[in-house]
């Protein structure tokens, strides 16, 4: 029998050491095993973290557009190997940016097309528009473009990604890893492909089929009242895990109009929220070869084509860190190549990934297991937060 009385003794200890409330769950084989909810949802409110605590997903959000796309591959619909712009024509003319040896800056069309599989393992050399990089200048610029054309999130994920087929890359398509946009392609490839709203797709193929009922992108019924709140803490003392958790300031998420029911961007790199339980189910279908409560919602082959590593050894150079450690890159997932290099007891071919404000997922095939960790606080304090849940997890996995 599973025993988590550790994982849970260490959930506790993140509050009393300052995390405002997290929670976190552990199934295998189609069973919850662990649930653990502690701490504040709203410090101020005295509103505690539940089951039914929303969560903002952000860049778990990539988890479950990759998959979906996936699922189109698996019917026939593209090859990794297809050039972008057989779906989105706006990527046939790619630029490149060349920084010459004295300084300057020099715009070349691209050598090569950037394909399918360079959308899913973030090697298209788009990323985040953040920094002071040709690259990032121009995404900045035309995301400004497009808020001053349609407003703030009122255009889809089909507009913004042709209108950044405009920027310079930062590198010849394939060349490198560098985390960024690849996923809004691939979001965006979910629509044209499928004739669908991304939501509709999701909704539909994922949500429905599974149970997912308080995920989304939109609020809708309660959500909004149940959705956890933000918080800020100092990243130095966090560090030292000394913050208390009445010193942590609530803030508003940058992102939080794009739950409006009036916005249109359905992102395939962030956006989505949902609550342990929900997300829970997902790495569940995941970790038990695409089967869910009986159901198929993808195959199991595919799934094991997600989680192979597919960088190459410049790439693995760009993507590792202690976070990373002993991690590969697949489809749009983290995948565990290495657990000695990781310090990891989880098992070769476990994947998932991360989001910004606190949430965390891993998924292991070998044991039929998932686990499910969230909070919300900026920084997310990662490396501190989910590699000891990871520890605390599979620890008490038999």
């Known amino acids: 029998m599973a025993d988590f009385k550790y994982l849970d003794a260490l959930l506790m200890e993140f509050v009393a050491k300052g995390l405002p409330g997290c929670g976190c769950a552990v199934a295998k084989d189609g069973k919850i095993v662990f649930e653990g909810y502690h701490g504040m949802a709203d410090v101020e409110g005295q509103k505690p973290i539940t089951p039914d605590t929303v969560y903002r997903l ?23 190997s297809d050039p972008i712009y057989e ?35 973030m090697a298209v050399g788009l990323p985040y528009g953040f920094g002071d990089t040709p690259t990032t200048r121009a995404m900045r610029q035309i995301n400004a473009e497009l808020e001053e054309k349609h407003g ?13 087929a405009r920027v310079p890359a ?8 560098l985390y960024g946009y690849g996923h809004d392609i691939v979001a965006a490839l979910i629509q044209v492909i499928s004739g669908k709203s991304v939501w509709d797709f999701l909704r539909e193929e994922i949500f429905e089929p599974l149970g997912m009922d308080s995920t989304g992108y939109r609020y809708f019924g309660d959500i909004r009242q149940r959705m956890a709140t933000l918080y800020r803490r100092d990243a130095n003392e966090a560090a030292a895990q000394r913050v208390a958790a009445a010193a942590a300031e609530a803030i508003t998420d940058r992102r939080d109009h794009l739950h409006e029911a009036n916005a249109k961007l359905e992102s395939g790199g962030a956006g989505l929220f949902s609550t342990v339980g929900d997300y829970l189910k997902f790495t569940q279908m995941l970790a038990n070869g695409g089967v869910y409560g009986g159901r198929q919602i993808i195959g199991r082959k595919t799934i094991d084509l997600m989680r192979q590593n597919h960088l190459s050894e410049q790439q693995l150079k760009d993507f590792g860190g202690v976070y990373l450690a002993g991690y590969g890159y697949g489809l749009g997932v983290r995948t565990m190549m290495d657990v000695a290099a990781g310090g990891s007891n989880t098992s070769v071919g476990e994947f998932g990934w991360t989001g910004a404000l606190g949430t965390w997922a891993s998924i292991d095939p070998s044991e039929g297991a998932s686990v499910v960790y969230m909070h919300q606080t900026s920084p997310n304090m990662e490396e501190y937060y989910h590699l000891r849940a990871r520890a605390a997890a599979y620890g008490g996995l038999k």
């Open 58 to 80: 952000y860049s778990m959000t990539k988890v479950v557009i990759c998959t979906a796309a996936m699922m189109l591959y698996e019917r026939g619909k593209f090859l990794l």
């Open 87 to 121: 779906y989105i024509p706006e990527y046939r003319e790619r630029s490149v940016v060349h920084n010459s040896p004295n300084g300057g800056v020099d715009i070349r069309g691209a050598k090569a097309p950037a394909l399918i599989r360079h959308a899913f393992t």
């Open 152 to 164: 703030k999130g009122m255009y889809s994920v089909v507009d913004e990604a042709k209108a950044l």
């Open 170 to 177: 930062a590198f010849e398509a394939g060349e490198h890893f």
